[in-house]
Nanobody, 125 residues
């Protein structure tokens, strides 16, 4: 069992920046594609935001966050990050960290082994 713990959420005005972190409790962190999903207010489905391959050489993003969000990972620290710049009110959501043994591409399509508990990001106009 892998535990994922997110941190770094909070409230921010539009145009600001936040960095989310997700720490994983596993000795085999580099076996997992990692990513971030979000669930907005009143939304029933979690939306894919970004994913990164096991060694960090490939990344994938939701179109609406390309150029604003950057996903990265540090396998020595068992941690994945989501740097969010130029935040917009529509980025308001609970952000969830996800891990997939099937890799980043499959994670992007919803094949998830583990979820974090989520961290709230609120962007005001």
């Amino acid at each position: 069992q892998v535990q994922l713990v997110e941190s770094g959420g909070g409230s921010m005005q539009a145009g600001g920046s936040l960095r989310l972190s997700c720490s994983a409790s596993t000795r085999t962190f580099s076996d997992y594609g990692m990513g971030w999903f979000r669930q907005g207010p009143g939304e029933e489905v979690r939306e894919f935001v970004g994913a990164i391959s096991r060694v960090g050489d490939n990344t994938y993003y939701l179109d609406s966050v390309k150029g604003r969000f950057t996903i990265s990972r540090d396998n020595a620290k068992n941690t994945v990050y989501l740097q969010m710049n130029s935040l917009k009110p529509e980025d308001t959501a609970v952000y969830y960290c996800a891990a997939s043994l099937y890799g980043a591409h499959r994670l992007r399509n919803g094949l998830i082994d583990y979820w974090g508990q989520g961290t709230q990001v609120t962007v005001s106009s």
